[in-house]
Structure formats: C-alpha cells, structure tokens
C-alpha cells in the first residue's frame, strides 16, 4: 500500500554537486523579492525564496556541511546573512539571517528555483517599489515588507 503522506523536496544546485531535502515537504510561505539586492544575487529581476523551518536541516549534517561554502553580508539593523552556496557552481542555496547579538534565525530561506517540485502557485511579491518589471494588480504584493514579517 502506497503512502500519502508528504515527503520533502529536494534542493540541487545547478552542477548537482549539491543536493539535500527540505526541512518539510511544503514552505512556511513563499516570495519573489524585487530589492536590488535580490536582484544582483540571482542575476534576474527578482529573487524567490520558499521559507522552511530550520528544525531538521539546522545544525547542518557534517557531509552536507563540509561540501557547502558560506559567504556572510552584512544586512539593515547590524543583522548579517549566511549565504550558502555550492562551489563548483556558485549556485546560492540556502540564506539564513543572523540578528546583531549573533542568534540565527528559526527560519531559512531556500532558493525556488534549485527545489526541485516546488509549488509556485501563492507566492508574495515584496519590495515592488524596487521593481523593474510590472505585476500586476491582483497578484499579492507589497511596497516593502508585509506589516506581519518579522524584521529582528
């Protein structure tokens, strides 16, 4: 008898050097974000990212760790971001926020486009002042953050 039951996706990088499940089968919430900085990571005019609990991936595995890199950017309000990426490839993977006295975030955000099966369908648009691309009116959206987003 076949399960129903959810199972994770799978996050690859471009080279396939890379490849682990998702905390969950499905993200907290998911949205493509429109900031410049966004923008230059992935290279397009938006970047998206499918927000999963860090309970199961983090404290990462060692064999998953050791093949990771990690380039860490300063972000607003003294906070930083762990940018993994995969070195083969230079694919970004996986961002997590580390607030100004050091603690991690509970969230991570793992790049859309390198989880394999994702459901794009419902995703936000944030930061669309910095658009250089039109959405249109009925897609949700938001000039900066939604007024609910955590910015610690």
Known sequence: MASSEAKPLTVQCQCGYISFPTPTPRPITMFHCHCAECRRQSGSAFGTSAIFTTEGLFPLAPEL????????????????????????????????????????????????????????????????????????????????????????
Request: hydrophobic share 35%; net charge positive; charged share 25%.
């Open 65 to 152: 760790a050791s093949l990771l890199k990690v380039f860490r950017r300063p972000t607003n309000n003294g906070r930083s971001s762990d940018c993994y990426f995969c070195p083969e490839c230079g694919s970004r993977l996986i961002h997590r926020i580390i607030s100004a006295d050091g603690t991690p975030r509970s969230s991570v955000s793992i790049k859309g486009g390198c989880v394999e099966g994702l459901d794009w369908s419902g995703a936000m648009h944030i930061f669309v002042r910095s658009a250089v691309m039109k959405i249109p009116p009925e897609w949700e959206q938001y000039d900066a953050l939604p007024p609910w987003m955590k910015m610690d």
